[in-house]
């Protein structure tokens, strides 16, 4: 195919925010993990697919396949629904713990 670009499970895209390696972002209703660090402004090259351990909101219970979403304004997974984006899936159980604040999820990719 001529017009083949990239397989698309990492893409490069300007970051709205200052993120270090590993930070999630969202550009527009692409969701992605950061592969390394960038200013805002910057380039970066950013994880579609896969799973990842993010930062999540402390003292919030996750059950593996609870659907996952990104709070934009806390820079943190939630399975808060309202006014966040849809990014995956749990993918193991959590504790609500007040240091419980790591999930694992499978991102889905899909905008």
Not at 66 to 75: E, R
């Amino acid at each position: 195919m001529k017009n083949y670009v990239q397989p698309g499970n990492t893409i490069t895209l300007t970051a709205p925010y200052a993120v270090t390696s590993g930070d999630g972002l969202l550009v527009g209703s692409i969701f992605g993990v950061a592969a390394g660090d960038a200013g805002n402004g910057e380039t970066v090259e950013v994880a579609l697919t896969g799973v990842f351990d993010l930062k999540k909101v402390a003292s919030q219970a996750w059950s593996a396949g609870d659907k996952v979403y990104w709070d934009n304004t806390n820079k943190e997974a939630t399975k808060t629904a309202t006014a966040n984006t849809l990014i995956g899936v749990a993918i193991e159980a959590v504790a609500g713990g007040a240091g419980d604040v790591i999930g694992r999820v499978r991102l889905n990719a899909s905008f």
